[in-house]
């Protein structure tokens, strides 16, 4: 285990912090606005498709039907 | 999976339960609380003397974050157009799963301190609500890529610069990876209905139950003998997460045969690598080739790891297309029980030594070793299942159950995966990778499981059934 009780731990997790928020935060919204993304989210939404699905039960559009 | 660390908080009790019975009582008593509310508060639609739809009153009461694009907080709060209350759910997941593994805690062999645990539990289901966050942002959510996966980069992202023991006495009590992992896997029994399992006839099953074992054996069967990995339990793990249905699939054999918490991440990692690809290789190879969209939906079911990229491949060729893909892939879904039975029996029956020789196990020994959470797990499909086939009303209430218990579920599933990143480091998750092995494996057996799907699939939907799954979302 890689841990590190010295402040240089949570400074290596404020660094990730300000890494991720930059993706997630700047990045993935920006690209999100595209075109392409835009049309598939809206192809997605009227088919009731989770693309992140693990399960069946989690495909809103296949568990109605099956109800 | 393995959970040896020794815990300071957490004492010895010399009367306390196995976590697979702390797991079956849990999930147990969850799945009591989803159907018990549905039953007694449910909202009944009633038209004439017929109830026609039955919706529980947890509903709006578990909930994890939502989709978002640009703003995070419309995970919470929905968007302006449409404003939801869904960090209402979150809370309400928070109190109910709170309440029930802060309450079985002391119960444990190595019990855990309530009064640690919940402040432990507390900060960790802080970082699932992040994990869900991430999981949550639009680009990622339609690349497939689950919540299981930011789960475990926000573990290990904490194991790997403050560490486990930044937690103290709250870490020691509340990450239970072995725990959250089982009682999840209980609930997603309830999920596992046999009757769907002829919602497409023959076609589907010829697809789902028959190729998918011939597929999961010849894989393992090939990493033991022709390239020889050293862990067994890997090799099962991958060879289930890539023929039966991704990441559940892992979850559930990975439990089964004790796979190292880094065997089950390392399974994820790949699984999900090869399914962002393929959900978009293979409709634009089926468009490009001009495949029959039923056939293509059911190649596309049968061989996609994850249920929800299978959806995304599907819609790309058609609703019909998406219709039989995800029918497909919701029959292999049911066949996760018998997997995880099936690995289960097979691995406390078998004893391999160090050379590799094997010798038989007795009775008592096999009952020893059997992980008993596959039991509950059998138990609650088939409870779920015979109240689901008894009548409308019953379907009714097992459906409307579901829909709270897969909420509670999903959070499980994403707490054990922050408990694993947290007690992971790189160096064992990159050893896993080691001489490329299992890449290879996974390599030769998804190109065994195209073929073989593509062959069955021809022969069950173009020779044998013609004209089955022909129509459909229409």
Redesign the interface.
Known sequence: MAWDSKPTGWLRLALVVLVVAGIWGLLLPRLAQTKWVREREALLKEHRIDPAAMFYTELEFLDDKAK | MNDSDASVESTENSRGLHEDIIAIIGGFLLLAICFGATYALGDRTVEGETVTAISSPLKSWVGKPGKW????LESFVGTTESPKAIWLGIVGALVILGVVMTALSPLLKSAGNPAYFLPGFLLLFLLATISYL??G????????????LWALIVGL??????????FGAMGNAAIRTELYIKTGLVM?GG?VLFS?LM?LGMPGVMVAWIVTPIVLITTFWFGQRILKMKSASLNMTISADMSV????AAIATAAACKAKKEELSAAIGLSLCFTAGMMVVMPALIKMIGMDPVLGGAWIGGTID????V??AG?ALG?EA?EVA??V??IQ?ILIGVVAFGVAAYWTTRNDSEDGQTSSVGLGEIWKRFPKFVIGFIIASIVMSILYASSDEG??LV?AT?DVS?GLR?WL?CLAFVCIGI?L??RQLADQFQGGKPLVLYVCGQTLNIILTLGMAYLAFKVLFPGVGDGLGQ
Not at chain 2, 69 to 72: I, L, S, T, Y
Not at chain 2, 137 to 148: C, F, H, S, T
């Open positions: 694009g640009a703003n995070p991430l999981a942002q639009a680009v990622i959510k339609n690349y497939n890529l689950e919540y299981a992202i904490i194991g790997n610069t403050i560490g486990k023991e930044a997603l999920e769907k919602a249905c991704g990441v559940s994850a249920t929800g990229a959806a995304v819609v609703k998406l995800a029918t892939k919701m879904n379907s009714m459906s579901k897969k999903g599933f007690e480091n790189f």
